[in-house]
């Protein structure tokens, strides 16, 4: 490995909730120590995708990923947790680990808990990026989502498979089909019109999950929000184009332009060779 790439550290916790622990990983090598960035994990899956789009940021603010309970390396409730407790999870762990207030940055089903976030913790709320946003009102259906995202593999540049197959497997069949039955039954566009933040949402011109439609009706249901298309990309932006996100989103978080130190992420994949690990 190349000695001259920079390395940032994560910092792994578990944070006591009345959920279970719940582990998130934490960066701080950063010029802006007060814009926090967390970012929200989609459906099952666990923060682990959220590593590529972190390592972009860690230059230009400390990075927060939570694994939820039930998912990940959180510890597991005896029952699946709702969208409300979900957004009340993050506002508990949020203020185990100081973080008064945050931008949250969520893809896919962490849209929909990032929105009940905002409508019920307007304060804890910097601004917000919703990239991906499920699920479109016109195709609620188990059925056409499935199709949806097979289609949408195709076309990622970096299949995010591995991960999912492993956080599945994680999760357990029972939370998994619960959360599928939750993810569909949540209706997202009755609480976009509540949102004060500042909004964000970005699609992959590629993406069959979130058509183009959808996320224009979405940006317009947010009372201050933008849409951002980004070309030649699919679904999953943290994980496959992380560095297209990472050049989209900067400015709106109104990050520094400058990082604290040049990047390159030229070399992960698998082991992440640009980042270290210490645990607390």
């Not at 940021?57 to 939570?66: D, F, R, S, T």
């Not at 599945?168 to 209706?187: E, F």
């Not at 949402?201 to 009706?217: C, F």
Request: with cysteine.
């Amino acid at each position: 490995m190349d000695s001259s790439k920079p390395r940032y550290e994560f910092v792994e916790r578990m944070t006591p909730t009345p959920w279970g622990r719940v582990f998130s990983r934490h960066t701080h090598d950063a010029r802006n120590p007060r814009a926090d960035v967390i970012l929200v994990p989609g459906m099952i899956i666990s923060s682990s995708y959220m590593i590529p789009l972190s390592l972009e940021l860690a230059a230009y603010c400390p990075v927060h990923m939570i694994d939820f309970p039930g998912y990940g390396r959180s510890e597991k409730p005896s029952r699946t947790l709702n969208i409300i407790e979900l957004a009340e999870v993050l506002h508990v762990w949020m203020r185990a680990n100081q973080l008064e207030k945050a931008s949250l940055v969520a893809n896919s089903f962490g849209c929909q808990i990032a929105a009940e976030f905002a409508v019920r913790y307007p304060e804890a709320v910097n601004r917000l990026v919703l990239q991906g946003p499920t699920v479109d009102p016109e195709a609620r259906n188990v059925i056409t989502q499935a199709i949806r995202l097979k289609r949408n593999s195709w076309r990622e540049t970096k299949p995010v498979g591995m991960i999912s197959a492993h956080d599945y497997r994680s999760a357990g069949v029972s939370r998994v089909l619960k959360t599928i039955h939750m993810v569909m039954h949540d209706r997202i566009e009755t609480k976009l019109p509540l949102i004060r933040a500042k909004t964000l949402v970005v699609r992959g011109s590629l993406d069959t999950v979130v058509p183009q439609r959808w996320a224009e009706r979405a940006t317009e249901l947010l009372p201050h929000a933008e849409l951002c298309v980004i070309e030649g990309a699919a679904h999953t932006l943290n994980y496959s184009e992380p560095a297209k996100f990472a050049q989209a989103i900067r400015g709106f978080l109104e990050l520094d332009p400058r990082p604290s130190r040049e990047i390159s992420t030229s070399a992960w994949p698998s082991s992440h060779p640009m980042s270290e690990v210490h645990r607390e």
